[in-house]
């Protein structure tokens, strides 16, 4: 069985931090690439920051200069440290990883964890 699992989601005032971590755990191989989305109500799912399995890194326009992402390899671990929260970043926070089983790659998402940003 294979669980993507997010956590620290919260309510924090404008200008607040916050950092997020997911964890992949079950059986498989490898974990590839790791990924944090977000959905706000009424819009669109939209990447936040994405980070290869040699670290290579992307951010949304949105976020870049108050986010930053990373892993931990050996924990199957990826984070998100949030900083100068506006209340625009209110959304759902979601993780996927692409999870290596047997020959092939799949791509597993989380349930979400909830961010509120407002004074």
Known sequence: QVQVTESGGDMVQPGGSLNLSCVASGSFSSVRGMAWYRQAPGKQR???ADITDGGSVNYADSVKGRFTISRDNAKNTVYLQMNSLKPEDTAVYYCNSD???GLYTYRYWGLGTQ???SS
């Open 115 to 117: 961010v509120t940003v």
């Open 99 to 101: 999870l290596t089983i």
């Open 46 to 48: 939209e990447r936040v």
